[in-house]
């Protein structure tokens, strides 16, 4: 070691003593009251929220002796002496103090407060009122008497102070909100509300505040005066100036919030009107309509746009009226709400529609996305790959950056899917997740990751990948992993000797792809197999579906019959016996004309399984079955059944709702 790194290390460990030294005789010699002081206000504080207010208080009163001007101090030992219920005591050193600090504003204000508490309220109210009387021309005085009024529920009270601040400072937009807050605290709706459009009319921009505090007042009542009183106003403003817009928006949205989804709709044309269409009022209130599953108002709200001559917003209402028909289709589907075939209807809709957006608008800018649409509904509901094809060769043309690769390798899977080449799709989608990172494009190719490897009866890297998109809480693919893997889970063994769960892999592997009839053949077996078996339901579920679209009759007559199999009649399942309800109505609707007939021309004898054809001819059947006549009084005995083994299942609501349709209709035929 050099000599000069030895004076470095020499010196190095001299200024460390010094520092140790220094720092030790700072703290020696820190003067002990000051030490003392924060550790008994910590210890003091520690017992109040213990609630040992004796203890606390002996702390306090100690402390406010050594330091009289403290406010915190005293503040913590009245706390104690209130919860102690010593009132009088509490009392007698807020006089104290107010002998020796008689401007002090925090101190008076606090007297009241404890008056008030001691239950001697008109001394309480004659105390706050002095505090104003002594300093009138302090406008902090009249907020912390209104807030400590309010603490103590003297909403009534708290509003004549604020109003006196009004007068005494000429200014009657002062204290606004506060008021507001305090009418709605007393449900005193009408002043509450004029306070709040006053907010409005200071600040146009302010519409957010204002509809947030009435948000957390689930009040129809409030709502409806709001209502009235904003349409009073409107008569009061200029038509087309800015506040006129603003509580024309602001209509617009507490009809919406109430539930006058028709009046929203209006209240919404009426301000595009006023606005020369550029406030965008009805694109904004049909996506919400759309979000409360109001599909035909929403879809009044994009037409709009389509029936002007011109507006920026055209191309985009295009996309959105598709968006629209597809999730009205699927609220349909979801619910088996779908018994005329208004969903094929409404995504043919859907496809019409995007087809004109691409036709008249070439250059849209998201046309990426649309063509994503386009993909779907051809894969999904057309059940046309080659339509799809020609669409991912579009999206290969104008593919620019990470994100519009992702969406184009999302599509390749899905085609390479629907084509049965797995491990090429799962090639696809690992590119298309990699490059999306996250968001809704990630989750779509995580969930057809493993929708993939179930098809393939891949069943280990199907959980693997379902568990993963599950942990997305507000996606909408995260609930039908879940479905997926708890079909996984109820059907599948580690050893993977279940062949029940690779039946059904593979009987909606081709549902998905429009095989309905292979689908069929697939899970006939499924009628005479134990009724115990896994997936039993699943199967039976599946089944259903996919004879749905061959001929309804047969598809009703082999869930009737299922659910009356001695085995299953006591716990059919939810679902089971939803489907059972609306095939009911489907063949009941079909005897009236209501609703498309079956194909009577099809030859359902040579290409279903015989065992299903004979049920449906009545030759076989459970012991003791016989199919039922279908008439409105049987269909509504179908969803009594439903609700009298679950009266608060998933589908209790509407069925009690159609039941009521159901009986009204009889009383009026």
Same mark, same amino acid.
């Given at each position: !070691? ?13 200024? @460390? ?10 703290? +020696? ?19 109040? /929220?213990?609630?040992? $207010? ?16 403290? *406010? ?89 102070? =604020?109003?006196?601040? @009004? ?8 204290? +606004? ?33 204002? #509809? ?35 509580? @024309? ?11 006058? *989804? ?22 904004? +209130?049909? /996506? ?15 037409? =709009? ?36 075939? +208004?969903?094929?209807?409404? *995504? ?15 250059? *849209? ?52 899917? $629907? ?51 599950? /942990? &997305? ?25 279940? #062949? ?18 292979? %689908? ?66 489907? !063949? ?11 194909? %009577?021309?099809?030859?359902?004898? %040579? ?26 009084? %049987? ?22 709702? /159609?039941?009521?349709?159901?009986? &009204? ?5």
């Amino acid at each position: !070691m050099t000599h000069s790194m030895k004076i470095f290390l020499a010196v190095q460990r001299t200024g @460390r003593i010094i520092f140790t030294l220094i720092f030790v005789l700072c703290i +020696t010699f820190t003067p002990l009251s000051a030490q003392t002081g924060a550790g008994e206000y910590s210890l003091g504080n520690e017992l109040l /929220r213990q609630g040992n $207010f004796e203890e606390a208080y002996e702390i306090f009163e100690r402390m406010m002796a050594e330091n009289p001007r403290s *406010y915190a101090i005293f503040e913590r030992a009245t706390t104690a002496l209130i919860n102690l219920k010593r009132y009088d005591e509490a009392i007698r050193i807020t006089r104290e103090r107010l002998q020796r600090r008689g401007d002090d504003i925090n101190t008076r204000v606090k007297l009241g407060e404890i008056l008030d508490i001691a239950n001697n309220r008109q001394e309480a109210l004659e105390t706050w009122h002095e505090v104003l009387e002594r300093n009138s021309q302090n406008i902090q005085a009249y907020r912390r008497v209104a807030e400590t009024m309010n603490q103590r529920r003297l909403f009534r009270e708290a509003i004549k102070v =604020y109003e006196r601040a @009004r007068n005494e400072f000429s200014d009657t937009n002062l204290f +606004t909100f506060e008021i507001a807050n305090n009418y709605l605290a007393v449900a005193d709706f009408e002043p509450a509300v004029e306070e709040l459009l006053d907010i409005i009319g200071q600040d146009n921009r302010r519409v957010s505040l204002v #509809q947030r505090q009435l948000l957390n007042y689930d009040e129809r009542a409030l709502y409806d005066t709001a209502i009235l009183l904003t349409e009073e106003r409107l008569g009061r403003h200029t038509s087309g100036s800015e506040i006129d817009l603003a509580l @024309r928006d602001f209509l617009v949205w507490l009809t919406m919030e109430r539930g006058l *989804y028709r009046r929203a709709l209006a209240a919404a044309r009426n301000l595009e009107h006023h606005s020369s269409n550029q406030y965008h009022a009805m694109f904004r +209130t049909g /996506r919400e309509l759309r979000n409360r599953s109001e599909f035909e108002l929403a879809e009044q709200a994009f037409q =709009y746009y389509l029936d002007l001559e011109t507006h920026p917003l055209q191309a985009r209402s295009h996309e959105e009226l598709s968006r629209t028909y597809q999730r009205w289709a699927g609220h349909l589907v979801d619910r088996n709400l779908d018994f005329d075939g +208004t969903a094929d209807s409404l *995504y043919r809709k859907a496809f019409f529609t995007i087809e004109q957006l691409t036709d008249n608008y070439p250059r *849209y800018d998201r046309m990426m996305e649309v063509l994503v649409i386009q993909s779907e509904l051809a894969l999904d509901h057309l059940k046309e790959p080659d339509r799809a094809a020609t669409y991912h060769q579009k999206m290969e043309r104008i593919a620019r950056d990470d994100s519009d690769k992702a969406l184009m390798h999302l599509v390749d899977g899905r085609l390479k899917l $629907f084509e049965g080449a797995f491990s090429m799709a799962r090639v696809s989608f690992n590119r298309s997740n990699r490059l999306a990172e996250s968001g809704e494009t990630a989750d779509m190719s995580r969930f057809f990751l493993g929708l993939g490897d179930f098809y393939n009866s891949d069943f280990t890297y199907a959980r693997l990948q379902l568990r993963a998109l599950e /942990r &997305q809480q507000h996606s909408w693919y995260a609930n039908n992993a879940l479905n997926l893997r708890f079909i996984i889970q109820e059907g599948y063994d580690e050893d993977g000797n279940n #062949q029940d769960i690779r039946r059904y892999a593979n009987a909606l592997y081709l549902f998905d792809t429009g095989r309905y009839l292979e %689908s069929v053949r697939l899970l006939a077996d499924v009628t005479d197999e134990p009724a115990s078996g896994p997936l039993q339901g699943e199967s039976m579920l599946l089944l259903t579906r996919a004879l749905r679209k061959l001929h309804p009759g047969l598809a009703f007559q082999v869930v009737d019959r299922h659910v009356h199999r001695s085995s299953v009649r006591n716990n059919a399942g939810e679902r089971l016996l939803w489907e059972r309800a609306r095939l009911g109505e489907v !063949m009941y609707l079909m005897q009236q004309g209501e609703a498309p007939d079956e194909d %009577s021309g099809s030859n359902y004898r %040579s290409v279903l399984p015989a065992h299903l054809v004979e049920l449906h001819e009545g030759l076989t059947g459970p012991e003791g079955y016989r199919a039922p006549l279908i008439n409105a009084d %049987s269909v509504i005995v179908f969803y009594e059944d439903l609700l009298m083994h679950y009266p608060g299942g998933f589908y209790s609501h509407i069925v009690r709702e /159609r039941i009521r349709e159901l009986e &009204q209709e009889q009383r009026e035929l």
